[in-house]
DNA sequence: CTTGCCCTTGACGTCAACGTCAAGTCCTAG
DNA sequence: CTAGGACTTGACGTTGACGTCAAGGGCAAG
């Protein structure tokens, strides 16, 4: 398939995968007249990348962390790298909910407005909160 | 306390500290000869946009989420944003928990190396991740 | 008074992950 | 054979959260 076809397949654009190769993470061949061709697979390794995009990896640690899961062995520096990674994220996500949290007060505050009951106090009810999941 | 101080206390450059009060995010008293002037409770709050800006939030959010969580009052135009925010929000923390659990499957690739049981089907482990927390 | 550090606004630089032309080439349908 | 869509490389534009000078003002110590 050529580049065209395979954005379509992936839901990207065609210059984000020109760009992914241009960062060495993707590969393609090249018909004579420098056409790219993918194979079918090439979609998931997109996806793949993509979701790596998501979750605020840059494409530096992606270059590296790709070989390795493909090899499917991680060296120890590496591995380094992807805990501190990983800490980093789950920080992310804990101020994401912290955040998410508190504006569920709020919402409630404004969808019950009998101010008594909530004495605005949104750090207790989040503490409350984060007690019992 | 001036510029300089609350940089220190907070953990941010006197930039940052200007370019938040450039998009709204924090506020300022000057001294007759147009030098800022904060009061102690400004490094926490510094400290609480820095926690928003880790968590991948942008200041167009932010400035519009400030004044909502410390006002504890919601109008019901601002109650339809917090809600569209609280879903963006609630979207972002799933799409790290996944990227952290895509890592978790790496590193135990990494730390147990038994190359047989897992054949790189990242995929098919975190499915199955996700099907029993 | 002057040295020296802190402060001011203004303006340009940076980096990542692309978007967006531009100008030319390739390929397929009719 | 030709029209028009898909493709090529090249290069400049964008956005956000600052970094980094630049040119000058303010102020306490010696």
Chains 1, 2 share one sequence.
Not at 38 to 56: K, P, T
């Amino acid at each position: 398939m050529r580049i065209g076809e395979l954005a379509d397949k992936a839901g990207v654009s065609t210059r984000a995968l020109r760009y992914y190769e241009e960062q060495g993470l993707l590969r393609s061949q090249r018909t004579s007249s420098s056409q790219r061709v993918y194979e079918e697979s090439a979609a998931d390794r997109v996806r793949l990348i993509q979701e790596l995009y998501q979750a605020g990896l840059g494409s530096r640690l992606i270059v590296t962390l790709l070989p390795a899961i493909d090899a499917g062995e991680v060296g120890p520096e590496l591995l380094t790298r992807l805990l501190d990674e990983r800490a980093q994220i789950e920080a992310k996500a804990a101020v994401l909910q912290d955040a998410g949290r508190r504006l569920d007060m709020l919402i409630r505050l404004a969808t019950h407005p009998d101010g008594q009951s909530c004495p605005s106090s949104l750090d207790q009810a989040v503490a409350q909160d984060s007690v019992s999941p």
